[in-house]
């Protein structure tokens, strides 16, 4: 028999039995807190995954595997411990985009945050009256704020702006024209495409114009008897430069009502407040849409409004009223946690001089850059001396995303730590932030590791340093 074969054998045999690492100390301390048949898996998966091991392992390097109990319990209690865990948990944003969807896109005031707690530590008045102890209406919690702010009639939130599009699509055109320009039919990312959306709203796309130019007359020769609405749309992720135009909202408003038809807003982003006072480059307002004359104007929640997850309609009372009456608006509701964090985000924008202080997106947006900088040299300075020579590292110029579709391109001006490991590649570095706890999101480029801190709060940059020294650690051990 070749001695290889007898050396597979011989780990195999090796291999603890599951009473033997059940009993192990660490494993019994487990197997306490927890229902003894999850122990049992983790403590089978753990010994399944070295016996594959084995099995997979060339006959040449077989003698680089141990068998050792203290190790197999280590690691069971690390797949049990990841199990445990939740699987949304808190992350760490040094990736440099504000509202990145996949972390969750806009970070919440703490207002916010306590009022979700309030909310949900017993029961609340989600949709009662408290005069007549009837039946209310949840929409009334945010009607008249919402109002307010944004200088219109009315104003209803649902379950997500994709929800509001498809809402008011729904109620005012179902089964008739939608007029819309051709440079407006968009893709905004993860399967939202305005001719879909449109057809699933029931209602007949009309596109006019070209993708470059629109002008007022190809709408306006478009209107026919089934013309039941005009929809602009925010290309929000794209741009189009060079000779391009589109209708001025004020003209397209001035159309519908000669037509009396409605026109739709959709926003996307929805900024309340111009960014360009801080700046930066300018994002449509819905306080302009507003002004402009808009009927019924939609955007996101979470997006630059800063709240959580959500589609905010506003617009005319008779139209807001017609879309509550919408069964598919039961459907496309949102709960009382929802409720509770959009009423705290909007209050911070009756006090809107100190929204850079008490709204976490406005803050990110409009902390100068030579304070990106300035927290960046020290946290650098955190970190020198436990990297040592396993990295070079240096303060850049960069610019910090906005994300998910506002302001396309590199927006705010930023300074990034530049790490080149040394001896190492920035993807194996990267690949172990990203699994630590907390999970580190950071950019790779040509090799390097970029940190923004424009997107790390301070309370994070101990727990982001104490990351980035453990990771280094582990990929030199
Ligand atoms: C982001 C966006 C949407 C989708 O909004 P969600 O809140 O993600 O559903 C719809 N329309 C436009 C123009 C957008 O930018």
Redesign the pocket.
Known sequence: MPKSKNMRQELLGKLPGMPALMNHPEIKTLRENNPTLFVNDIVRQTLDILRQRILATDNSDLAGITIDEEQLAEQALEIALRALEPSVKPAINAAGVILH?ALGRSVLPETAQLAVANAIRGYCTLAINEETGKRGDRHAHLDKLIAHVTGSEAGIIVN??????MLILNTLAFGKEVIVSRGQL?E???A?RIPEVMERSGCKLVEVGTTNRTHLRDYENAITEETAAILR?????YRIIGFTGEVPLPELAALGRKYNLPVID????GAIIDLSQYGLPKEPTVIESVNAGMDVICF????MLGGP???ILVGKREIIDRVKKNPLTRALRGDKMQYAATEAVWKLYLEPEKLPQTHPVLRMVTEPAESVKRRTQNFRRRISAAIGDRAVMSIEPDGTEMG??SLPGKGIPTYVLRMVPNGRTADCIGGILRKGRPPVFIRIVEDALLFDLRTVAKAEEKVLAECVIKAFDRAFK
Do not use: E, P, Y
């Open positions: 969807t997500n702006n994709a929800a509001g599009t968009v905004i990312g993860g939202f749309v925010h290309t929000s992720n959709d926003l996307g982003s996101s929640g979470d997006k997850q959500g589609g998910s579709g």
